[in-house]
C-alpha cells in the first residue's frame, strides 16, 4: 500500500469519526432545550388531546390552553366524550381562580388550590411540571419518531418517585409534542400536542372570567360557602339515578357540598375546600382498581372495603353497597375518612 493510498484512508477514517461526533444531541441536551422551549418569555397557546388513563378512561378530551407564567393560565374543554364537561372554562391568575360550568351555568370562584376543573387540569399541570422538573440525568434517549408535523426525539425518564415517563421532542421547535407518565406523585396520564404557538401576545384580559348573565355564582372566598346552583339539586340528582343515593351527615369543620355531577350514571359530591376536600361517587360500576401494594381491606358500615393510602396524595376508599359501588377520594386523614364513610344516610 503506497503513500497515497494510506494518506486517503487516513483521511476516511477521520471523516468517518468526524460523523460519529455529530449524530446527534445528547438526552442531557435535549432536555436543556426542551425546559428552554417551554419556560420562554412570551405567552404559549396549545392545543391538546388529554387522556387522563388509558386503562380506566378510554375517551380522549380536547383542551385548549394558554398561558403566561406559571401562575397565569387558561384552559377551555373543546371536545369530551362520556363526561359532561365540553365547553367548561378554567382560569387562573396568581391567587385567583374561576371554574365555568355553561351545563349547570355555574361560576365557582375561589383559589387555584380549592377550584379545580376535574381530572383534566391534573393531568394537563402534571406534564407540564414533569417537562419543567425533567432530570437530564435520568433521560435515556430511545430513538426517533415521525409524529403529526414532524420528526420527535423520543426520551425515557426515571423519576424519583419510582414511576416512568417518555416524553418526544420536536427535533426542530424543542417543543415536547407527546407525554406520556405514570407515577406515584403525578398520577397516570397521555397529553398530546396537537398545534402549539410560542412566544404569542396574549391580551391579559383572557386571564379574567367574565361571568355570563343569569349564571349561578359560588364563591368559596365567602365567610360561609353557598349551596350548590339549584339548577341540579340533591334531590333532582336522585330522581335522575335508578340508585339510592346517599350523603354525608358528618363532615369536617369547615367543609360543605361545592360541586354536584352526573358522570355516566355515576354521581359525584365535592366537597371543600382543603385541606379536608374529598369527592364522593356513586355509582353502579366501576373501572378497576389500581395494583398497589399501599392496599388494605377494612371494615365499614358492616361490610368489608378497601383503602389505599398514597403518602403526600390522599387515600381512596372504596367498597360496594346493596349494588352500589361507593368511594371517597382526597388528602383525608383515615379517620376522616371512614368516619364520612359511617355518616352516610
Known sequence: MNRRTLYALGLLILGLAGCNDRQGPSPDEIVRQMQGAAGGAGGHHLLLDVIPDATVWPNTLTVEVWEKGADRWRMVVRQASGVPWAGMIMVVNGSRAWLYDPGRQEVTVGTPDTVRLPVVQDVVLSAQELIRTADASHAQLLGSEQLDGGQAYKLGLALPDGGQATIWVDDQTWMARK????????????????????????????????????????????????????????????????????????????????????????????????P????????????????????????????QGILIIEEGQGLFLTWEENGVNISIAGPLPEAEALHIAEALH
Not at 404557538?197 to 379574567?208: C, G, H, K, Q
Not at 355564582?217 to 339548577?231: H, Q
Not at 360500576?285 to 381491606?297: H, K
Open 179 to 274: 407525554v406520556v407518565f405514570n407515577s406515584d406523585t403525578l398520577g397516570y396520564g397521555t397529553v398530546v400536542v396537537r398545534a402549539f404557538e410560542t412566544n404569542v401576545d396574549i391580551p391579559d384580559s383572557l386571564f379574567d372570567l367574565a361571568v355570563p348573565e343569569g349564571t349561578h355564582v359560588v364563591d368559596l372566598n365567602a365567610a360561609e360557602t353557598p349551596s350548590p346552583s339549584p339548577a341540579l339539586s340533591l334531590e333532582e340528582v336522585r330522581q335522575r339515578v335508578t340508585f339510592p343515593v346517599l350523603a354525608p351527615t358528618y363532615l369536617p369543620p369547615g367543609t360543605a357540598l361545592t360541586y354536584m355531577a352526573l358522570v355516566d350514571g355515576a354521581v359525584a359530591l365535592t366537597y371543600g375546600p382543603a
Open 276 to 303: 379536608n376536600a374529598f369527592t364522593l361517587v356513586q355509582g353502579l360500576s366501576v373501572g378497576p382498581l389500581p395494583a398497589l401494594d399501599t392496599a388494605r381491606t377494612v371494615t365499614l358500615r358492616g361490610r
